[in-house]
């Protein structure tokens, strides 16, 4: 079972709860999908409009981007809470022999590269949208403009919770190799979302 | 029944699907929701911990405020719904005669109000979630400073969805001075979230 078939009520009540997952990033992932979930409604409310015709093939294309990336969000909340749960595991290991204190240490490292991993891909995901959110702002129907501007302001949050959630992880990470190409790839998604928000806001 | 009550899975695909609810305010009070509830999940992982006695207080108050707030942002998930499909049905309604099409008109601006008054009611609900966001980021658990970041992100986002949604609603109301009263009020509002986002990511 997925925790997105929890309801929306019972889902935020998690959140909540003492219990350090669902986290930020898991809340990201979700958030990421409400954005991708309406670039495709914006996209559907053109398709077949009057005054539309001219973007007919881009609003179906992002439909079907839509649809393709809402799922494969929601898959990333659960992998976000395992990933976690697995950095939590690997703190409880015994420490109580050297034998164990190195293997504890070696499970913690690579549980926390998968912690990095998943809000990582998070991060990729969402900017594999940015073509969508364009043209959903730039040629979408004018009557859905607020659900397009909407939608960019959820997809950069959303960035920002995978960001974070990045960051946290790699400060306690040992392998300068890993952290230091982890940066340059996050740094450089980040560049991607900047220019596609700054070009949504332009129109 | 409450939509909130659907799975977070089948919440995602009804905002997709073609219809425009639920739409950019909807999903705005389920993420500022979602905001609300990390800075409740962050004072929980302070209280009670070593080193962050001095902050006990106030995070208590983080966890009520916090609380409270994303139940009431959740109603307003169905309220903006309700708003707006006050406003279809409106636009539905005959303009065969002079009488009807005058009682179209009064009915449409009635409701458009309404649609406007409901996410500015969001915006409203977020700006009095800026003092406990400031906390969370400032004295809040270090260890969970992503799910803090990832909230303030959250709050700004969907006060931006909030926004675009009165501002959308207001080009259709003729009442200059609604329009003008809701401008300023949102303008301000917007000031103090902006204050607040900028205060967050200084800590």
């Given at each position: 079972?997925?925790?997105?078939?929890?309801?929306?009520?019972?889902?935020v009540?998690?959140?909540s709860n003492k219990s350090p997952?669902?986290?930020?990033?898991?809340v990201?992932a979700?958030?990421?999908?409400?954005?991708?979930?309406?670039l495709?409604m914006?996209?559907?409310?053109?398709?077949?409009?009057?005054?539309y015709?001219?973007?007919e093939v881009?609003m179906?294309r992002?439909?079907?981007?839509?649809?393709?990336?809402?799922?494969?969000?929601?898959?990333?909340?659960d992998?976000?809470i395992?990933?976690?749960?697995?950095?939590?595991k690997?703190?409880?290991?015994?420490k109580?022999?050297?034998e164990k204190k190195?293997?504890?240490?070696?499970?913690l490292?690579e549980?926390?590269?998968k912690a990095?991993?998943?809000?990582?891909?998070?991060?990729?995901?969402?900017?594999?949208?940015c073509?969508?959110?364009e043209?959903?702002?730039?040629?979408?129907?004018?009557n859905?403009?607020s659900d397009?501007e909407?939608?960019?302001?959820?997809?950069?949050?959303s960035?920002?919770?995978?960001l974070?959630?990045?960051?946290i992880?790699?400060k306690?990470?040992k392998?300068h190799?890993?952290?230091?190409?982890m940066?340059?790839?996050a740094r450089?998604?980040?560049?991607?979302?900047?220019?596609?928000?700054?070009k949504c806001?332009?129109n």
């Amino acid at each position: 079972m997925s925790i997105t078939d929890k309801s929306v009520k019972d889902f935020v009540e998690e959140v909540s709860n003492k219990s350090p997952t669902p986290g930020g990033g898991a809340v990201g992932a979700v958030v990421a999908a409400l954005g991708a979930a309406l670039l495709e409604m914006v996209a559907q409310l053109t398709v077949g409009k009057k005054g539309y015709e001219d973007y007919e093939v881009e609003m179906e294309r992002v439909i079907s981007e839509g649809d393709y990336r809402k799922k494969k969000l929601l898959e990333l909340v659960d992998e976000d809470i395992e990933a976690f749960n697995e950095v939590m595991k690997s703190l409880k290991l015994s420490k109580d022999t050297l034998e164990k204190k190195k293997i504890r240490s070696e499970k913690l490292q690579e549980s926390l590269k998968k912690a990095c991993e998943v809000p990582y891909n998070l991060a990729l995901e969402i900017s594999k949208l940015c073509p969508s959110a364009e043209s959903a702002n730039e040629f979408g129907n004018k009557n859905a403009k607020s659900d397009a501007e909407s939608a960019i302001a959820l997809l950069e949050a959303s960035f920002r919770c995978a960001l974070a959630n990045v960051e946290i992880n790699l400060k306690s990470i040992k392998d300068h190799e890993f952290v230091s190409s982890m940066e340059e790839a996050a740094r450089e998604l980040e560049g991607k979302i900047e220019k596609c928000v700054s070009k949504c806001k332009g129109n």
